[in-house]
């Protein structure tokens, strides 16, 4: 009976997978929520890190769980950025390599290099992505690089072999540029349907992080691991309620889990014409 008792906290452990993607003081109002300045960025970390939680990648979260659950540290937490801006180059992983933090960077490979032309309708198509030069450092410092798709689309309303097309071809040239498996992918937006996952899985993935604005725990689908946004006004306070699940944000949060299957109805009626845009 202690086991079984044992055993069913183990597997109920929740495990926070924390989603960053610009880490700047600059953005236009429509691309603010997607922005946490440098300093709130290290607050957080060292949060992290006085309150004893371990840093782990995707891969490794999934693999504790194909090893068993028990090989989990104490207090997981998993940090991911998505779309790989410069900054994370500059103003964080600095941060994360002073206080030996891991993380998962999440990649769309068309745009290396360039710009984040994917953000036109935030008025942000100018802001700088990461180099190969800085993509192979990042690399080196010991920090997962996962794939984000090809040219960062709405997987889930395009044909089913042109979203292969996508979800493979990051991952090639990921592994053909950078000289190491790639295994770990997000959905852009975080949109995805069964289809879908069903395709990174083919791909040769091991798993895939979409948002869902939850914690996620050892029975959470691998291919579609709960991620909780960090936002700029997600003050040291609200950052630790966050990690707690104990959020005055519950009520949002169901408004956004809530909203999100109709938006996603609504966008694929636009895109086979039958809701006019």
């Given at each position: 009976m202690k086991y079984l008792s044992m055993h069913k906290r183990i597997f109920e452990k929740k495990v926070p997978i924390l989603m960053y993607h610009s880490i700047s003081c600059v953005a236009t109002p429509q691309f603010k929520q997607f922005t946490v300045s440098p300093t709130l960025f290290e607050q957080h970390i060292a949060y992290l890190s006085q309150h004893a939680y371990t840093p782990i990648t995707v891969t490794q979260f999934v693999n504790s769980l194909a090893q068993g659950v028990s090989v989990l540290p104490e207090r997981p937490v998993v940090?991911?950025?998505?779309?790989?801006?410069?900054?994370?180059?500059?103003?964080?992983?600095?941060?994360?390599?002073?206080?030996?933090?891991?993380?998962?960077?999440?990649?769309?490979?068309v745009f290396i290099g360039q710009t984040s032309r994917w953000l036109q309708r935030e008025r942000e198509a100018t802001r700088p992505v990461l180099t190969w030069d800085?993509?192979?450092?990042?690399?080196?410092?010991?920090?997962?690089?996962?794939?984000h798709s090809h040219s960062h689309p709405q997987l889930d309303i395009l044909p089913s072999s042109v979203a292969y097309d996508e979800i493979t071809r990051c991952k090639h040239i990921l592994e053909d540029r950078l000289g190491q498996q790639v295994i770990s992918f997000a959905y852009p937006y975080g949109y995805y349907t069964k289809t879908v996952r069903e395709l990174v899985q083919m791909a040769g993935y091991t798993s895939a992080c979409a948002v869902k604005h939850a914690l996620s725990s050892v029975a959470t689908d691998p291919f579609a691991l709960a991620r909780l946004m960090v936002r700029p006004e997600t003050d040291v306070n609200a950052f630790a309620t966050l990690l707690s699940s104990r959020s005055s944000l519950t009520i949002v949060t169901i408004y956004m889990r809530a909203r999100t299957p109709v938006w996603q109805l609504v966008r694929r009626c636009i895109k086979r014409g039958v809701v006019r845009a």
């Open positions: 940090l991911t950025f998505d779309d790989g801006f410069t900054d994370f180059f500059i103003d964080a992983l600095p941060v994360l390599k002073r206080y030996g933090f891991s993380a998962t960077l999440y990649i769309s490979t800085q993509l192979m450092e990042i690399s080196r410092c010991g920090i997962e690089c996962g794939a």
